[in-house]
């Protein structure tokens, strides 16, 4: 159990210590100072936690790299118990743990227990695979190459960050550009997957101008100004579309609303007229 | 530290070069912090460099307003145009995309593509919209940078054999349709 | 008439600034009527000469695929970001991972990322690098289920300002266990 407080105590200097540098898990962290068996962590580092990780992987590539231990020769008991420890704290402060986790996990108890059972003989023709934690170090090696490529691609110069692409104007093109044919249902297609990744994304606010209502109420005033009086269907634009239409309705209902414009109608069912209130 | 007069028409002529509208003395003043920029006459008798060097290139400095261009000159336009001939289009999915956005929340900036879409938009997307008339500018949004507002022509109307925009499939189906597909998706991600 | 040299450097330098994509050797040589084309050879030299003339300048001209663009020097960024419109936009580790994995391993299925990064893969993410094209479908893996197997796009190369795949950090020695890990497995639920 000593060596469980050991790097339990790692753990949550490293947390407490504010920063968890999770890109640069080649550095292992080195110091280490006896702290209390009961991981306590701050508030602010939980946050850091859940989003540290990208996977169970990446977790137990980080705990190999703290320890300085080797890839392809993991003290399995060790590591099983430190990663146990990570699963623990994840699961306290109730982080909605991916199965994964709890595979590697499972994997990981596994492994620990063949290591402990005597060479089986009716296994001797898998000589080569005789060493159970040759696969996950394959993954684990696998992955942290994957790691690394992304941070470098991550710094690689881009476009409309580091570079940006020079134009310069061509001459007037005298014609359309012709396309393939597009049906109408392809551009409905487009527009779905707009809305499920906007609804995936961070919460996207599709808030409408205010200001853009108070621009209609202005040019209704002005069409009225010139026009006198206006019929009800005339107000509205059909091409400015469904919220268009919906927009001058209510500026159609504010300056109803503010005595600016009054509605008429001569008979029943006889169309209705706007016009000024002067 | 101020940058060197090299420095300063070479970033001239870049930001040039890379914006998407024209450019004016200001804005190029404008890049540098207020205790380093340049004096105007600098950025001038930078512009007026570059003029000079492009006198025998394929492409000319002007002024278009107060704002300075890059654009090709009018003696190589017949090569030019074979270019745009060229390339077979394809329509790109983030050509469908950004089109299904101006259809259906329009009028809408750049900005709100950009937000709705989470990726930025390119320059050649909107210019391929305007350029076959399928959307157009419907005056500026009344926000700080007065940002253009887009929205679809009757040339879009017509294309997509709509009387019009009303014969859209409604926003809210669409949505509910769309959000049940993402929650299948993502609940049975194995099911590829 | 053929065209002389200067000619043919001014029409390259402009075809390449007036296209709104890279633009190859061959596209260039085909501006010309067939009897009239300039030599590869030439529109290569004429290309590498513009390179250097742009030695001293804001902005270079940079192989992308087969195609050639200007674009300005990373040097000059902070200034051209002020001017620039858009926001560049931040992309999570998960998705910088995903995207790895398509351009390391090419073609991959989901699953095959999901084995290498050990977590099922995000739908957002894959709708993202979709939707910014720098990833596309490149038909089905012959296993049960017919899973969509994804290879990046030239899309990723202009993006990233890659010459060609190969520019990518070399694989090291592990490249080949890695992707022996990999096999191992997938083959053991899809018996391939």
Request: with cysteine.
């Amino acid at each position: 159990m000593r060596f469980a407080d050991t790097s339990a105590q790692g753990d949550t200097g490293r947390l407490t210590g504010g920063v968890i540098d999770i890109n640069q898990g080649g550095e292992a962290s080195s110091a280490t100072h006896p702290i209390p068996s009961d991981v306590y962590i701050p508030e602010d580092a939980l946050e850091v936690i859940t989003q540290a990780f990208e996977g169970p992987l990446d977790l137990l590539l980080y705990l190999i790299r703290k320890n300085k231990f080797d890839v392809l020769d993991i003290p399995v008991a060790e590591i099983a118990e430190q990663y146990a420890r990570y699963i623990d704290v994840m699961q306290k402060i109730q982080l909605e743990l991916a199965g994964e986790y709890l595979a590697i996990a499972a994997t990981l108890a596994y492994i620990k227990s063949r290591m402990l059972l005597p060479p089986d003989e009716d296994e001797t023709e898998e000589d080569e695979e005789a060493d159970p934690r040759l696969e996950l170090a394959r993954r684990l090696e696998a992955y942290d190459q994957i790691r690394k490529f992304a941070q470098q691609l991550e710094a690689r110069p881009r476009v409309g960050r580091d570079i940006f692409v020079a134009h310069a104007l061509g001459p007037p093109v005298p014609k359309k550009v012709i396309f393939e044919a597009v049906e109408l249902t392809d551009l409905i297609d487009a527009f779905k997957s707009v809305l499920r990744v906007a609804e995936l994304s961070a919460p996207i606010q599709m808030k409408r101008e205010p200001l853009f209502v108070k621009d209609k109420v202005k040019m209704i005033v002005a069409r009225l100004e010139e026009a006198e009086q206006l019929r009800f269907d005339q107000i509205f634009d059909r091409e400015e579309g469904r919220l268009g239409l919906v927009v001058t309705f209510l500026a159609l209902l504010e300056l109803i609303n503010s005595n600016l414009i009054y509605a008429v109608q001569t008979a029943h069912n006889s169309p209705i007229h706007i016009k000024l209130n002067r | 530290m101020p940058v060197s007069y090299q420095e300063l028409k070479n970033i001239t002529e870049a930001a040039i070069l890379t914006a998407e509208v024209p450019v004016s003395v200001a804005q190029i003043r404008s890049l540098f912090p207020i205790d380093e920029a340049p004096e105007r006459a600098q950025i001038n008798r930078a512009i007026q460099e570059i003029q000079q060097d492009c006198e025998t290139r394929g492409i000319e400095l002007k002024k278009i307003g107060d704002g300075y261009r890059f654009q090709s000159r009018p003696k190589y336009a017949a090569w030019l145009l074979k270019l745009s001939e060229l390339r077979p289009r394809r329509y790109s999915r983030a050509l469908m995309e950004t089109l299904s956005i101006i259809a259906f929340r329009q009028p809408v900036t750049r900005g709100d593509i950009e937000n709705i879409r989470g990726v930025s938009v390119s320059t050649e997307i909107m210019r391929t919209l305007l350029s076959n008339e399928w959307i157009e500018q419907a005056g500026h949004k009344q926000v700080p940078g007065r940002p253009a507002l887009f929205r679809t022509t009757r040339g879009f109307l017509e294309y997509f054999n709509l009387e019009s925009l009303d014969d859209l499939p409604a926003l809210d189906l669409l949505e509910r349709q769309a959000s049940d597909a993402a929650e299948v998706s993502e609940s049975a991600p194995s099911q590829e």
